[in-house]
């Protein structure tokens, strides 16, 4: 038994690796995907293929003080967030509120005046991306922490305990407490300072105690508004409309190419040469397999958008015809893909090995897994040559952001999708052209 | 100017894989009414050749003309209409029924009357009791003659049946014979590949011998005989002495 089913399988694999383009693609799909998702999560880890890259956040400095461009020298050379300055003059506080609820930003700050004598810096944020704006509080406090010295951690415990729920005569009596603490300490650290005992310290602990980071938040120096367009539905979140945007462009370019693969089928069973041989131009086989690939396209979007309209509230009423033609720009450039992928492959298990490894790496790259703030500077410069990043793009403007399809920066989105269509589509025909009308 | 009654007419065509010759000079003529065979051994380039009368393939040098016009791949669909091809698979479409896929055919081929088209069709392969059925409950036999219905509904001047009796039973291919000698009386040409000698010499009114790519004889069975020094033996014995007994597609290419 044991030697029949060993021929078996030496017969198997001859057959495995006879068509040696399928299967270096089976080999170079793993690959791929090992390499793609190594490069990411060790960007996330913080080694293996670079630091995360810098969230961007607007900036408008009212102070125009000593210390507000001690604060904006540190913002510049914080690790985590990336300054943003208009490129003359200063954004007014409309703008900025303008920007974020447009999407052009999704964070800005407001260095107000008085900052220098304690005032509050003001966070724009966006509230459906929670994650990004966790980093950017942090990176802000950070900031601070840097210009201001000493003094931020006093201010922020006084504000804390202002805060904490404390009786006031309590509070003032535990602040009253901290001076005496404070010239303590002060003293303490000039001695070890001046005496070479100081080291750099082993660094805090993480304290994730609900109460803890509650007390945190209160005390961080600055406040938070959030800025979203009207008649946004909040019951949704940025990552919400991403991911369902995300899985729609991934299975588009699944379900597509095994529909054009329909092709390499009528090549099978000889129905191609009758078609060839018929009374019209080789153009119109693939039209043919063209519209109905991206028919079927236009219906498997229409059918995932009502189900996430219905079970996780995307709004996909208000912006409808947006909707519909950003959806029939992406089924019109996955279905070139994939007719491209059809008239170029041999075998099946080269069509495939070249799809999967395709539509995997651009979904991972191109943002249809975690958005792409999630990845490394060098992935995210990758990621716009992906159809998937521009046809995300056009997605959340309309989604999130609620923009018409008139919009330059949809438009932008737009233009690039149809651009990846007609490329691939003429790649197609040339392939085509090739393989089947050849001599 | 060519003679009135060739339909078609083939000059020095030759066709490449790569460095390998598949199709040497052939120079043939078919004419109008006509049946004429094409017979060869495995590799000899028959089905390489159909593909050039077809259209499907350029030629690497040499001319077509059919019914007095330059034939080539982008030749017009008005004048590919007036050909008709019957591939050596049944080019059909199995998840639909006979009727479906004579009305997509039909529809394709630019047929004047579909609907009239459509039941010829199904009269001529002998589906009208399950036409409604899917192709893929059909029979070898049938699928064959849905297959050669498919390539008439447009009642072509000139078909081309690469090895159409492939696999079917005595009864279809007597259909299938039936079907064809009509055709002829009502004036069709036709271009008929097979291995078959008896079928070759009962239909075909003339035949030519391709072998390693090169014609090596072209007439009535009668006039190859004697050509290969066999004077009245049968086509069988006529193409062993005109292409020799070794195995031909064992041969490196």
Known sequence: MLRAAWQL??????IFFRDRTGMLLGFALPIALVGIFGFIMGALGGKGGGDLSPIEVAVLDEDVSPASATFLQALRDSPSIAPVFAKEGAFTRDQLQERVSDGKEAFAVIV????????????????GRSLEARLVEFGLVAA??????GDAAWDMARRGLAQSGLPPEDAARAESLMA?????????????ESTGRLTEGTGGKDDDEPDAFGFMERALPMQLQDVAPAGRDQQINYYVSHAVSGMTVMMLLFTLTGAARSLLTERDRGTLRRLLAAPMRPGSILLGKFLMAWLLGLVLVSVLYVFAWLVFHVDIVSRWDTLLVIS??????????????AAWARTDKQADGVSTLIILSMSALGGSWFPTIAMPPAAQTVAKFTLTYWSLRGYQGTLWYGKTWTDPDVLLSLGVVMAVAVALGVLAMVLFRRRYLAG | MLPMDTLLEVEELTYRYGERVAVDRVSLEVHRGEVFGLLGPNGAGKTTFISCLAGLLTPASGSLW?????????TRPEQRARLGLVPQETAVYDELSARENLAFFARLLGAADEPAAVAAGLQL????????ERVQTYSGGMKRRLNLAVALLHRPALTLLDEPTVGVDPQSRHHLFSNIEALRREGHAMVYTSHSMDEVQRLCDRVAILDRGRLVGCGTPDELAVRAGVPGADLERTFLELTGRSLRDAEAG
């Open chain 1, 144 to 149: 601070l922490f840097k210009a201001r010295g």
């Open chain 1, 180 to 192: 005496p603490l404070r010239m303590g300490l002060d003293s303490m650290f000039s001695q070890a």
């Open chain 1, 9 to 14: 399988a030496r017969k198997d694999l001859r």
């Open chain 1, 328 to 341: 029939a720009a992406t089924a019109a450039a996955c279905t070139s893909f994939a007719i491209a992928i």
């Open chain 1, 112 to 127: 107000p005046q008085g900052f220098a004598d304690g005032a509050d810096l003001v966070l724009l944020r966006d509230p």
């Open chain 2, 125 to 132: 392969a002998g589906l009208d009791g399950r036409a409604d």
């Open chain 2, 66 to 74: 059919f019914d007095g016009a330059v034939f080539t791949p982008r």
